[in-house]
């Protein structure tokens, strides 16, 4: 199985700062035949499901505010908030879906208003 | 606009069952493979199971393997997981998941195992 490990666990940031996420998976999610990395990043506020923020790793869901960024590649990720709102308190998620239907979530962060 | 409705969940003693369904709208149901998240209190996201649009392929995280049985009916556009030998950790939300195309969630619905 492919194991995704989150850092850290969690963060408080200043309102109008920057938020900076890692995910780090135990197998490359980058697939070589379409050059593409299997890599997603999910937000939870308490008492919703999961929302989708980024999908192939920098790929922003249609709706989604763009001081939301991913990047990386192969097994190190990062999600990065670049200016800290309030309505982003929450628990962030990176997920591979290389191993379809087998999907597995990092631990989660924590990203708290300092 | 695609809907996804699980119910199903309820306080269940230690090595009671439980069938939890998810009704969904908004899609060619058949088409997609659907996948079982759950999320234990307070804790992260654990995927559980999937199946193929057909049904007839069928997944299960190893520490699910024999207690737990995803199904589908296409006629009902529903789909279904069992679970058997109910154990306090299985106490969770359960998230129905459509894992083809635009990935989709239901609301969640929670099983409690308590005696």
């Known amino acids: 199985d492919i194991v995704l490990t989150q850092s850290p666990d969690s963060l408080a940031v200043s309102l109008g700062e920057r938020a900076t996420i890692n995910c780090k998976t135990s197998?490359?999610?980058?697939?070589?035949?379409?050059?593409?990395?299997?890599l997603a990043w999910y937000q939870q506020k308490p008492g919703q499901p999961p929302k989708l923020l980024i999908y192939?790793?920098?790929t922003r869901e249609s709706g989604v505010p763009d001081r939301f960024s991913g990047s990386g590649s192969g097994t190190e990720f990062t999600l990065t908030i670049s200016s800290l709102q309030a309505e982003d308190v929450a628990v962030y998620y990176c997920l591979q879906y290389q191993s379809t239907p087998r999907w597995t979530f990092g631990q989660g962060t924590k990203v708290e208003i300092k | 606009e695609v809907q996804l409705l699980e119910s199903g969940g309820d306080l269940v003693q230690p090595g009671g069952s439980l069938r939890l369904s998810c009704a969904v709208s908004g899609f060619t149901f058949s088409n997609f493979g659907m996948s079982w998240v759950r999320q234990a209190p307070g804790k992260g996201l654990e995927w559980v199971s999937a199946i193929s649009g057909s049904g007839g392929s069928t997944y299960y995280a190893d520490s699910m393997k024999g207690r737990f049985t995803i199904s589908r009916d296409n006629s009902k556009n529903t789909l279904y997981l069992q679970i058997n030998s109910l154990r306090a950790e299985d106490t969770a939300v359960y998230y129905c998941?459509?894992?083809?195309?635009?990935?989709?969630w239901g609301q969640g619905t929670l099983v409690t195992v308590s005696s």
């Open positions: 998941v459509k894992i083809e195309g635009s990935w989709s």
């Open positions: 197998q490359n999610v980058l697939y070589s035949s379409n050059n593409k990395n299997y």
């Open positions: 192939w790793a920098s």
